[in-house]
């Protein structure tokens, strides 16, 4: 039997649930091409998520032991787990190699890469989620003689009712979203507001980062149109990506970066920084942030440019619909069963 890790779900609105959620969801839909049948690792409380399926409890104890009895090919959907079983191959997918370029001392990343490190000699094939990562994994990590596949992740469809936050008023607004770390970079955003009459939205916990949002804000005397939501529920963000002018993501640290899809579903034009994988992923029909150091004024020309050229071509919405269509998480769930049926050590 495979089974498919889901310990990361125990941290809700985060990349990692999304991928473990929406891939999950595709994976049960096929479990029967899946040689020996598929189980998910969940927490406790998310026993049963997946529907009727064949579930194996995380406890806090599996750190340091975890046999899964009658496994025969273990996906590993975090690089930096601590729960790994023994005895069993191992399919590791790497997301990122963010802690090269995070804020953390040397010793963290140290400790980061030799842990990668240890996962990855346990593995039989790794699966990163772009080709950007893939070369980052191939240059920065000691990787063994084994296959590295990419697969790249779907794009998160929202089915529910939509839900228009009560902070949001009536004017125009721009939006982002994501966890608020330096790496997500939305500092650089509030210049954008300054030759514009829009309002800024940002959603995310807090790490520590706002202070440094809220005075970028003050410099450009638009504190009063910048706004911090906090987390913000799934039903929410949707409607957010729907009815903002922009999508804004000008992230220097990024494996795949899954709200871009979402916002280009709904045909909005989005504004992506150049670094890491966001050229990968948002292609040819996003606009981007030109300059690599993020001068305010470049920055500036590029947004109201991108905006006129969105503006005079009514045909950009549905291109940017029809690139997000690409991306499916059917697709993935179809291609790693192709790989869990290649690795799979069942007789």
């Keep these: 039997m495979t089974i498919f890790d889901c310990e990361r779900m125990r941290f809700d609105h985060c990349g990692l649930y999304s991928f473990c959620d929406y891939l999950g969801r595709q994976l049960v839909k096929k479990a029967t091409d899946v040689t020996g049948g598929l189980g998910f690792y969940v927490p406790q409380s998310h026993e ?17 032991w975890l046999r899964a009895s009658g496994a025969t090919l273990w996906h590993s ?3 930096l787990t601590h729960f790994m079983p023994r005895g069993v191959p191992v399919l590791q997918t790497v997301h990122d190699l963010n802690f090269l370029y995070e804020d953390v001392p040397t010793f963290k990343q140290r400790e980061y890469r030799h842990r990668l490190e240890c996962h990855l000699e346990r593995a039989v094939a790794v699966v990163t989620i772009s080709q950007f990562t893939r070369d980052e994994l191939l240059r920065h990590v000691r990787v063994p003689n084994i296959p590295v596949h990419v697969v790249y992740n779907g794009c998160n469809h929202y089915e529910g009712t939509f839900s228009r936050p009560a902070s949001v008023g009536r004017h125009p607004f721009l939006f982002s979203i994501g966890t608020l770390q330096p790496k997500k970079n939305f500092h650089v955003l509030p210049c954008l507001l300054a030759k514009t009459e829009y309002e800024l939205y940002i959603a995310g916990r807090d790490y520590g980062y706002a202070a440094k949002i809220l005075d970028e804000a003050r410099q450009w005397g638009v504190s009063d149109r910048v706004h911090l939501m906090g987390t913000i529920s799934e039903a929410e963000k949707h409607w957010m990506l729907k009815n903002c002018e922009a999508f804004l993501f000008p992230s220097i640290a ?33 606009y981007y942030f030109s300059a690599d150091d993020f001068d305010r004024c470049a920055m500036q020309q590029d947004f109201l440019s991108g905006l006129q050229h969105y503006a005079e071509h009514p045909e950009q919405s549905q291109l940017l619909i029809s690139h997000a ?4 998480w059917e697709k993935a769930a179809s291609e790693y069963i192709n790989l869990y049926n290649i690795y799979n050590a069942h007789p």
């Excluded at 998520?49 to 599996?62: D, K």
């Excluded at 709200?259 to 990968?280: D, I, N, W």
């Excluded at 269509?325 to 499916?328: L, Q, V």
């Design 77 to 79: 959907t975090y690089q």
């Design 48 to 64: 049963g998520h997946f529907g009727h399926a064949t579930y194996l409890r995380q406890r806090s104890r599996h750190k340091f």
């Design 325 to 328: 269509k690409a991306f499916s």
């Design 254 to 286: 990024e494996g795949f970066g899954l709200p871009v899809l979402e916002a280009m579903q709904y045909g909005r034009p989005v504004f992506l920084s150049t670094k890491t994988c966001l050229p990968e992923i948002g292609g040819q029909h996003a």
